[in-house]
Structures are given as C-alpha cells and as structure tokens.
C-alpha cells in the first residue's frame, strides 16, 4: 500500500516537516554520489569499432554514421520507434521526443552531435516531425541493418526464432502485441582518423533518467501517478492530443499506432 494508490500523507508541523526533509535529503545526496559514480564506470566501457558501412536517409539525401557527428567527436542517437508501416511515432517516443530541442545547443557546445533514427520512410518522419514542430535531426534507416544491430527492431520470423535480445536479454518468443520496434539511446565516438567507436546503449527503464517531465512529475505531490496502469504510459498521448476532459485509461496497455494499412480500410 503507498500513499499516491490510497491516502494522503500525514499533516506535520513546519519542525517535524525540516527534520524528514533532512532524513530524504541525505538518501538524497548519497543517490547523487552513487549516480556519478554510476556514470564514472559507463564512461571507462570498453569501446567496440563499428567497421560495418551504414546509410541513412536524412533531408539531403543518403548520409553515413560517419556524416552524423556533423564535425563533432561524440555522437548521442535516439533510437525512435517508427515502423515502416506506421503513419505516426509511437506516442511514448514522441514524449521522450518533446524535450529533444532544447538541449541541442548545450550538446553542441560540448562536442556532442545528436540524431534521432527510425525505421520508416524519411517522408513518413520528416511529415510528423513538423506535425510535432520538432527541430531535431530525424533520419531513416530503412535500406540498413542499424536497427537490428543495435537490436531496436525486430520482424516476427525473428521473434519466433527465440534469438532476439532486447536490454540485453533474450525476448520471449512472439506472442501477440508484441511491438516489432522498441526504443532505445546509444553512444559513439569517432577519432580523429575517422574510425567510429561504439561505446554505450541503453533500453527499456534505462532511458528514465533522460526524460525530463519524469523527473519534475517526481518532485510533485502524487508523483508519476501511474499506480494500477496496465501499462505505465498508458496516460501518454502525442502532445497535440491531449483534451480538455482527458482521464487515464487505467486498463490501456501498449497500443500501435496505426499502419498504412488499417488507415486505408
């Protein structure tokens, strides 16, 4: 039982409020420590050479891995769920994506390039990007394997073989819902003689830390608010969707978004 599924904490006095605050503040402290140190050992990974040849699609044309550090050293990717048949990114995606724009000077400045890539059509992003007025680098890797490889992607022959690993592990064999695309963060580094390094991927919860509402909705009164969904992001729509008189599903699980083919019927 917590408080945020079934009541309201305790009414204290101003005294008795500093002193928990204090308590939390140094499990506060000794996270922050823990987290750097965390961060100290994700930077000392070994790095592994990327030899393979990847083209994407980006709004000049065919571009290399290599053309997506755009001069830089370090280059952050976000790997976005957006089948080829999808006509719209998934709605989850598109949260973590909202909070894209405003960093990207701030990387720049410390020699870091970042780009978001997609398995679907550049046509079919380039026309959601500016439905979600994003101004991010957004490309297409359809014609390579860079989705498979970095194991994001998955088609259901490969599901049912057992073989594909997801955050590291094995998925289960193709069951019904399962999504083909998942999302994913990944790292790389390139050296002044142009050799590409790979250097760190993340899936899953591991993407927390870096979606903002998330962490302010931390510090509010009821926290994410997400106790008894069927599914945690069930309450998250595209930006431009949300209404008025908009309640949580709390039944909702994972829901595609639609394919070319069912929008044609």
Known sequence: MTATQTESPRVASREDWITARKALLRQEKELTYRREEVARVRRELPRVRVDKIYTFTGKDGPVTLADLFQGRSQLLVYHFMFHPDWVEGCASCSYLADHFDGMLPHLAGRD??????????YEHLAAFKRRMNWKFTWVSSQDSDFNFDYHVS???????????????????????GMPLELPGASAFYKEADGAVYHTYSTYARGLDAIVGTYQWLDLAPKGRDEAGLKHTMAWVRHHDKYEKNYAIDAEAGYVEPASRRECCK
């Open 112 to 121: 870091v390039s970042f780009v978001v890539i997609s398995r679907a059509p």
């Open 154 to 176: 998955f088609t259901p022959e490969l599901l049912a073989t057992g073989e594909a690993s997801y955050n590291f592990e094995p998925l289960p064999l193709e069951a019904p």
